[in-house]
């Protein structure tokens, strides 16, 4: 049934067309981009169609080309997990996460000796990002946590951690502070209507006129904004996931704590079927947990 396939083809057009590079499959692959080349003319010699568009310095999947690219990157993906799952010892491993450097270092990092605890032989690399992924195109990463509303239905998910926001300060800033002159720590987010949407909502519900009037500080990202706050220059509006070791701590507290406004969600996704990559199910088994 499958004696006539070009596995070998195959397996360089999957690794050419995920990368969107014949030269990064040659290094994968540990070939010269000339064999690449010679193995992509043949395979679309054998199929009769193009797979791909070659333009100067680059090349891109042809409509045929990502028909193919989908359903054999799927294949391929359960293939490697079957044989791994038969492996001795398969709980160890590696896995490559992808998650934005805040909640990376609010919320992750604090956690992650009880995951290496609980399994010493597996290997975390931590990508940290706010990019947007695509996980059918870039096979390095195996899972990635994403804040927003959004769905995802081409992949895996599990929603992880819903969220609320409220304004914290640092107990010494607290003692002092006057609530008609406050210095308000603000995020510059990528949709920096969405934090301003929430601070409206927030002084709206507090009955205060803040935002047209208050200092302000502005960071880029929330843990300097929650750093800024321990360090006492103001308050911040920040999210109930993200805040949660620094009020555990002490360092910060709440202000006006009746009052909070909803936020998003966080969410584990990967590619279909990778969940059942022994390494990432032990990792979403994890994550549940410490989620309670």
């Not at 998650?99 to 995951?115: K, M, Q, Y």
């Not at 107990?171 to 308000?184: G, H, I, V």
Request: hydrophobic share 45%; glycine share 6%.
């Amino acid at each position: 049934m499958f004696a006539k396939l070009p596995l070998t083809a195959l397996r360089t057009f999957e690794s050419a067309a995920r990368q969107q590079s014949f030269k990064a499959a040659a290094a994968e692959l540990a070939v010269t981009p000339t064999a690449v080349s010679h193995q992509i003319k043949a395979l679309e010699a054998w199929l009769g169609v193009p797979l791909f568009q070659r333009l100067p310095r680059q090349v891109r999947l042809t409509e045929c080309g990502e028909r193919l690219f989908h359903s054999l990157h799927g294949a391929l993906l359960e293939v490697a997990q079957s044989v791994d799952s038969l492996r001795p010892q398969h709980s160890s491993g590696s896995l490559t996460l992808s998650t934005t450097p805040a909640f990376a270092a609010l919320w992750l990092i604090p956690r992650l000796g009880r995951f290496y605890s609980a399994h010493p032989g597996i290997s975390l690399r931590l990508d940290t990002s706010t990019e947007l992924l695509d996980l059918h195109q870039d096979a390095s990463i195996d899972l990635v946590i994403r804040y927003g509303f959004g769905s995802y239905p081409r992949l895996h998910s599990q929603c992880l951690l819903d969220e609320c926001f409220a304004v914290y300060a640092a107990p010494s800033l607290l003692e002092r502070l006057d609530p008609a002159q406050p210095t308000l720590i603000c995020v510059r987010w990528r949709n920096a209507l969405l934090y301003e949407r929430s601070w409206q909502a927030w002084c709206a519900a507090a009955g205060v006129d803040w935002l047209e009037s208050a200092t302000r500080r502005e960071y880029d990202e929330e843990h300097y904004a929650l750093q800024a706050a321990i360090a006492g220059q103001g308050l911040v509006l920040a999210s109930s996931i993200l805040v949660s070791e620094s009020l555990a701590s002490g360092l910060l507290q709440p202000y006006r704590a009746e009052i909070s406004v909803p936020g998003a969600g966080y969410s584990t996704l990967c590619v279909p079927g990778r969940e059942r990559h022994p390494p990432v199910k032990a990792f979403f088994d994890w994550l549940s947990r410490e989620a309670g």
